[in-house]
């Protein structure tokens, strides 16, 4: 670990007359253990390190990486010589330290550090044969062991200097149902910061669970109906939302929602929390991108546009304060702006309650393409879907082959409830049951 | 890029555990990148990427090590984790004698985007900026994206394969934003080849930014897309991805192994309507899937995957090749060398028919018609997939009419294939991809002449 700060202090203290200067130096590594057929059909373990350097001066940035810790000097040279080449920005510059306190969170387990890798082996067979011990329709497409570390530091001329590390390990299987002649695929996972996190026997019934649910499925009857969405697919849903929530988006004008702040722009019912500081979080953190502390930002309270996330240029040119949102993609790339770690605000009653209510309506257990159909800047949304139909208040025949479409702007208003079954997904964005009126499901 | 003694040297200490078969492979990236936004070139960004991706394969386990560190010791402590995550059935290491001389064996390009001046580049980007906003007053927004790389690789194995390659790419997109009473709208083109600097003397970077904003503006005029399901007909070079998802996954041999394929077993069977010839050709000069040799050393070749409507053949990797005793397909590629190779297309299209693409909107009454596809993703186990479509219109009384707001397709891969009931005969590549696949994005190219498909479900929302 200080070996990364004094990388970056070195290079910070290269600094020109009239230059700022970021230095990001990170290293890590993992191990990826996939088992076939009760044999390890690959075991990858890696480790990757580099360097990205930011240079700002009269208003123009300059940016360069190297996958390598001893190419320093070099990247600083790429950096500067890049400089020359961008249009003098007035709102460019690197963050400033804002005196907000850090909250300390433990994201580092030195346990899982030291776990051997039979251990890691043994979980990834045991996965295998939990997932395909729930039914004898089901079989395993493959079952997945990954652990991950990564540690970093990054130094500023403007006083930013902060390091920290972190790890994690997950489990994840696919599965394969097979019944007269057709093919169902499901999926489960586990995340943790130590192997005892981790679940391998609700992961593998998840799996099972899904892909038996849907066989015999076919495609439905179009029409608009009430939707319920799974707690995975609410989160994937967040994450779109998020972009049009996003400070970069607002200043350059690609936000629908960039005339909308302390405005209604969702129904009473739905509120939306980014709160990188809540341990419970797959993806808290203690600093943001840009080494800011991370602090807990309401974004939407009861209906209501509250505000934006920025980093420290999109609030500089928005006349506002950074919410400590600058996400970094790595050390390959400069900082953009991004929701850090969404949560819902939860409601009262369980999936199944919610359920029992609904005379005709769809449970979406996974959505498909939600990359490719929807447009977070017109608001178009639509997305390959598949689930299970909802009549009379029970869950009926399983359904594929269809979508469903709306506009984010009117599905926000939709939202009829939110279920109480606040879900951390191994994600930006937490899940919860999410229920949404007058959705076009076409189909046959 | 390494010494061919120290090669040797690793893979063989690589099999010192008892693994039939190691592999080495090298790159060494450089790539330059710029972006304009807002009317401003944000940031010039330069990179390097190089190291060393070492496979050890021992029975049907495969074990894998990467390192940025490429001194021998190095090298030598990545062998050795591959080799003890394979755990080989024991014995002595493999003598391993090389041949070839590991030099690329294809033309290099004509000039290579290093050595363009970084003001050049920029200088692209701000002629693309001022055409995408002299479109027209509705552009509100522009951003534009240049990127260039040139990897040189090094393949080499224990059978004694030694290969290289130097694969240049250079790389536009621009989307325009374009505002109106109907909210914002989005256009988007891109061009992106396997050439050097010399593609700029013939492609107009202009006419691409205009195209971008014409499509934002159509669009603010755009109604909901339909709702249901509908002939739709796909205009050449915009809809490969098509075949992309609705079959080219499929027929990666080592997901069809798993019955993790709906086309599993169905060699030689009738798969698609007879008009459909599916081709994957790694060769094709400057397109974007194209390659000198795949990231197993193999050299690209045109494979047929289906002849007129008959399953012909999958495309194959070193582990299934090797399992199925036949000669690998040149598709075994990985992302970098943190990767491990797998069974992945290179540049994927159906050739040609005979209709003309006028007659095909002619002869359909009511349907739509797509000018552009987005991505797209398929559940190869089942068959079903999406696309979005992001330049769209309503066919009426065999008319292209009105535009349609942006929204997804959905089929089934076997079920569309058997739909296609014409073909044109204007055949036309893509712009650039980026294939996705167990975490691994890779560049690909698709192509089509224009196609109906007789009825596909239109996921929007007008009734």
């Not at chain 2, 186990?381 to 009384?397: K, P, R, S």
Request: proline share 3%; hydrophobic share 40%; with cysteine.
């Amino acid at each position: 670990m200080s070996e990364l700060v004094s990388i970056a202090d070195r290079i910070v203290a290269a600094a020109a007359p009239g230059e700022q200067v970021e230095a990001f130096v990170a290293r890590g590594g993992e191990t990826e253990i996939r088992v076939y057929e009760g044999q390890i059909e690959h075991y990858v373990s890696a480790q990757s390190e580099g360097i990205g350097v930011r240079i700002i001066r009269d208003g123009r940035t300059g940016f360069a990486y190297a996958g390598a810790l001893t190419d320093a000097e070099e990247v600083l040279a790429e950096a500067r010589s890049n400089v020359e080449f961008s249009t003098v920005d007035e709102w460019a510059g690197l963050a400033v330290d804002d005196g907000v306190e850090t909250t300390r969170l433990e994201l580092w387990n030195e346990m899982l550090a030291e776990t051997a890798a039979d251990d890691k082996i043994a979980l990834a067979l045991e996965l295998e044969r939990l997932s395909a011990s729930f039914d004898d329709r089901v079989r395993v497409d493959d079952a997945n062991y990954v652990d991950m570390y990564g540690e970093s530091a990054v130094a500023t001329t403007t006083g930013i200097r902060r390091s920290g590390r972190e790890n994690g390990c997950y489990l994840s299987v696919s599965t394969l149902a097979n019944q007269d002649g057709e093919t169902q695929t499901g999926f489960g996972f586990s995340v943790g910061r130590s192997l005892g996190d981790l679940d391998a026997e609700r992961a593998g019934r998840d799996a099972s669970d899904r892909a038996t649910r849907l066989l015999g499925a076919t495609k439905p009857a179009s029409g608009r109906l009430t939707v319920v969405f799974d707690p995975l697919v609410t989160a994937q849903f967040l994450a779109i939302l998020a972009s049009t929530l996003n400070g970069e988006a607002v200043v350059k004008g690609r936000s629908l929602f960039r005339d909308r702040l302390d405005s209604e722009i969702a129904s009473p019912m739905f509120g939306l929390i980014d709160d990188p500081t809540d341990a419970r979080a797959y993806s808290a953190s203690e600093v943001d991108g840009e080494g800011l502390a991370t602090r807990r930002n309401e974004l939407i309270r009861d209906g209501v546009l509250q505000q934006f996330v920025h980093s420290s240029y999109s609030a500089r040119r928005a006349g506002t304060t950074s919410t400590a949102n600058a996400v970094r993609g790595g050390f390959a790339s400069t900082p953009g702006v991004g929701a850090l770690a969404l949560q819902p605000v939860p409601g009262t009653r369980p999936q199944a309650e919610i359920i029992s209510g609904i005379d005709h309506g769809l449970l979406v257990q996974s959505v498909s393409g939600i990359h490719s159909g929807v447009n977070a800047i017109s608001g178009d949304f639509s997305t390959g879907a598949a689930g299970l139909m909802i009549r009379g208040g029970e869950v009926a025949e399983p359904v594929r082959e269809f979508t469903i479409a709306s506009t984010l702007q009117k599905m926000l208003v939709d939202v009829i409830e939110v279920g109480a079954d606040l879900e951390w997904l191994p994600m930006r964005a937490a899940g919860v049951t999410l229920v949404i009126d007058d959705v076009t499901l076409s189909g046959a | 890029m390494i010494d061919h003694d120290i090669v040797e040297r690793v893979l063989s200490s690589a099999t010192r555990t008892g693994a039939e078969f190691a592999e080495l492979y090298a790159e060494d990236k450089r790539s330059t990148s710029a972006s304009l936004d807002d009317g401003r070139i944000e940031q010039v960004n330069t990179g390097r990427d190089r190291g060393v991706g070492i496979r050890v394969i021992a029975g049907d386990t495969t074990g894998y090590a990467y390192t940025a560190d490429l001194s021998e010791p190095g090298l030598l402590a990545a062998a050795e984790a591959a080799a003890a995550a394979a755990r080989g059935g024991g014995g002595g290491a493999r003598i391993v004698s090389l041949t070839g001389d590991g030099r690329p064996t294809r033309p290099p390009v004509g000039r290579v985007p290093d050595e363009i001046s970084k003001a050049a580049k920029v200088e692209l980007l701000q002629r693309i900026d001022e055409a995408a906003r002299s479109v027209g007053p509705e552009i509100v927004q522009v951003a534009a994206g240049y990127g260039d790389s040139r990897k040189r690789v090094l393949v080499a194995n224990t059978d004694g394969l030694l290969a290289g390659d130097e694969q240049v790419r250079v790389l536009l997109r621009v989307s325009a934003v374009a505002d109106g009473d109907t909210g914002m709208q989005t256009g988007f083109q891109s061009m992106g080849h396997t050439t050097g600097w010399e593609i700029f003397d013939t492609v107009d970077v202009t006419a691409l930014a205009r195209e971008a904003s014409r499509q934002a503006i159509t669009k603010l005029s755009a109604r909901p897309a339909p709702s249901g399901t509908l002939p739709v007909v796909i205009e050449h070079g915009s809809g490969g991805v098509l075949f992309h998802e609705a079959c080219g996954h499929g027929l990666e041999a080592d997901l069809v192994a798993k019955g993790a394929s709906v086309y599993a077993g169905q060699s030689g069977q009738l798969v698609a309507s007879p008009l459909v010839t599916l081709v994957d050709d790694g060769t094709m000069p400057g397109e974007w899937g194209t390659l000198g040799i795949d990231d197993e050393g193999h050299s690209t070749q045109r494979n047929v995957l289906i002849q007129d409507g008959v399953l012909t053949d999958y495309m194959y990797d070193h582990i299934r090749s090797r399992r199925e005793g036949r000669a690998p397909s040149g598709n075994g590629r990985r992302q970098s060398y943190q990767h491990l190779p797998m069974v992945r297309m290179t540049n994927t299209f159906v050739l040609d028919g005979t209709d003309d693409p006028a007659d095909i909107v002619a002869a359909t009454d009511h349907g739509v018609y797509v000018a552009k596809l987005g991505g797209g993703s398929v559940n190869t186990a089942t068959g079903d997939f999406v696309f979005g479509m992001t330049e769209a219109y309503l066919i009426e009384n065999g008319r292209i009419t009105s535009p349609l707001r942006d929204g997804n397709l959905t089929g089934n891969g076997p079920q569309v294939l058997r739909d296609i009931d014409m073909l044109g005969n204007d055949f036309a590549m893509g712009g650039p991809g980026t294939c996705g696949k167990d975490g691994q994005g890779v560049p690909v190219g698709d192509g089509q002449p224009t196609l109906r498909v007789a009825a596909l479900t239109v996921g929007g929302t007008a009734a």
